[in-house]
């Protein structure tokens, strides 16, 4: 499985940016995955951001982001977005797209050692 993060940058806080995970090489239907976005700064652990559940669309969001980020997929692409809106600088650092074989609920979408697939990452930077 291959996952690869597109569509970081640079943005000034308050604007708005929109991440891609594609995924290929998928060894079981993409209906049967979930998808998670978590992102890192340095010297912190890495930390869940939002997750889809591929096949009834149900989401998560860390409480830092709700109201702000949305989660979605495109289920012909095999593509999932995360649409980040009104940045804060606290939103800085590495995203990382990770699947999945596994349904989520509220307890395990945000553990990081769950997901068994990992894109290489990709780095969003907000400046004041």
């Known amino acids: 499985v291959q996952l690869v993060e597109s569509g970081g940058g640079l943005v000034q806080e308050g604007g708005s940016l929109r991440l891609s995970c594609k995924a290929s090489g998928l060894t079981s239907f993409f209906d049967d995955y979930s998808i998670a976005w978590f992102r890192q700064t340095p010297g912190k652990e890495r930390e869940g951001v939002s997750c889809?559940?591929?096949?009834?669309?149900?989401?998560f969001y860390a409480e830092s982001v709700k109201g702000r980020f949305t989660i979605s997929r495109d289920y012909n692409k095999k593509v999932v977005y995360l649409q980040m809106n009104d940045l804060k600088t606290e939103d800085t650092g590495v995203y990382y797209c990770?699947?999945?074989?596994?349904?989520?609920?509220?307890?395990?979408?945000?553990?990081?050692?769950?997901?068994?697939?990992w894109g290489q990452g990709i780095q969003v930077t907000v400046s004041s």
């Open positions: 889809i559940n591929i096949s009834e669309r149900s989401t």
């Open positions: 990770a699947a999945d074989l596994r349904y989520r609920d509220d307890t395990t979408w945000s553990l990081v050692n769950d997901y068994r697939h």
